[in-house]
C-alpha cells in the first residue's frame, strides 16, 4: 500500500521551510506541502482566482503579508505571468515546467534572475525528490538542460534557491 503524500514527499517539502515559515502559492498545493507547512507549524496563504478574474498578484499578498520563505507556482501554464508581476525577491521558488512548452519555464527562470541570483534544482514528474543530489545549478545550466528536454519527456518543478545576500537593493532576505 502506498500512503499519498508520502512521508519522502513530506520531508521534502518540510526541508525547504523553516519552522514557522511561510507559503505562497498560486494553483494546485499538494498534499505533501500542505503537511509540511502544518509540521512547521509555518502558514499557507493561496494566491485566488475568483470566477472570471485575474490571479490576485503575488506582490499584492507580500505587501499585506511580507515575504514568504517558499512561493509554490503552478498555474495554468502562466508560471512566468505570475513571476513577471513579482518585485522583491522570495527565498525559494518552486514552478512547474512542461516540455511541451518549454518556453513558459525559460521565460519565468530569466524574469526571477532579475530579482536576484538563483541557484536551481528539478524534480520529474511528481516524485518531489530533487534530481541534483550536488551543488544546485546555474541559470545556464538549468536553461540548458530544459532546452534539452524532448516534447514528450517528462514534466517536473524547478527550484529555486536564493543566493545568500542577492536580492534586490535595500530588500531584506530573510
Not at 500542505?34 to 485566488?48: C, F, I
Amino acid at each position: 500500500m502506498t500512503l499519498f503524500p508520502s512521508p519522502r514527499e513530506v520531508e521534502h517539502f518540510s526541508a525547504l521551510l523553516p519552522r514557522g515559515g511561510t507559503v505562497l502559492a498560486a494553483g494546485p498545493v499538494p498534499g505533501a506541502l500542505k503537511r509540511a507547512v502544518r509540521r512547521q507549524q509555518g502558514q499557507l496563504t493561496l494566491l485566488d482566482a475568483p470566477q472570471g478574474r485575474q490571479l490576485l498578484g503575488a506582490d499584492q499578498v507580500i505587501a499585506r503579508q511580507g515575504l514568504p520563505d517558499l512561493l509554490s507556482v503552478h498555474y495554468r501554464n502562466e508560471e512566468d505571468e505570475i513571476l513577471a508581476a513579482l518585485s522583491r525577491a522570495v527565498k525559494t521558488v518552486r514552478l512547474r515546467f512542461t516540455p511541451e512548452d518549454p518556453e513558459v519555464a525559460l521565460r519565468a527562470v530569466l524574469r526571477l534572475e532579475r530579482l536576484g541570483r538563483y541557484l536551481h534544482n528539478f524534480s520529474l514528474d511528481e516524485t518531489h525528490r530533487l534530481v541534483l543530489r550536488g551543488p544546485w545549478w546555474t541559470r545556464q545550466e538549468l536553461l540548458e538542460y530544459l532546452q534539452e528536454i524532448p516534447p514528450e519527456g517528462p514534466r517536473g518543478y524547478i527550484y529555486a534557491r536564493l543566493t545568500p545576500g542577492e536580492g534586490l537593493p535595500g530588500q531584506e532576505n530573510r
